[in-house]
């Protein structure tokens, strides 16, 4: 008897809800699109994101919720402020060889800054890891 071995699907890229997301504290949750009303009847395209009710307690639960209903906003300026979408890295060319330096922390580098204190750094880390590409 022979097995057959079936291919493993390749994993895409996460894409989340779009934005803009809002947190509503009355309702307990965080959503997304158009709640809106015709004759009493829900007509909008309103999606709960998050279900708070229950979920989190304490001082920090306003704050909490603010932060992850800002997140697709986070991403989008991040990706800005990187130039994510026009693939060029975050150097400028200063010679022949291809050195160049990162336009965040001033470093020399022939490619994308990889320091960990580079702050054009750390907001390409975090692009991968809101769509799912960190490295493990």
Known sequence: MQL??????EISVKKHTPGPWRYDEKRCG?????????????????????????AMGGD???????????APDLLAALKDVLGVDDDRDHSEEIDE????????????????CTSDDCPGNKARLAIEKAEGKESK
Not at 4 to 9: A, E, I, L, T
């Open 97 to 112: 060889d291809g050195d160049g330096v990162c336009r965040f922390c001033g470093r020399v580098t022939k490619a994308q």
């Open 60 to 70: 920090d639960t306003d704050a909490d919720a603010l932060l992850m209903a800002s």
């Open 30 to 54: 965080i959503f997304a699109g158009e709640k809106k009303e015709d004759d009493g009847l829900e007509v909008g395209n309103e999606v709960r994101i998050v279900d708070l009710y229950g």
């Open 4 to 9: 057959k071995v079936s291919k493993m699907p």
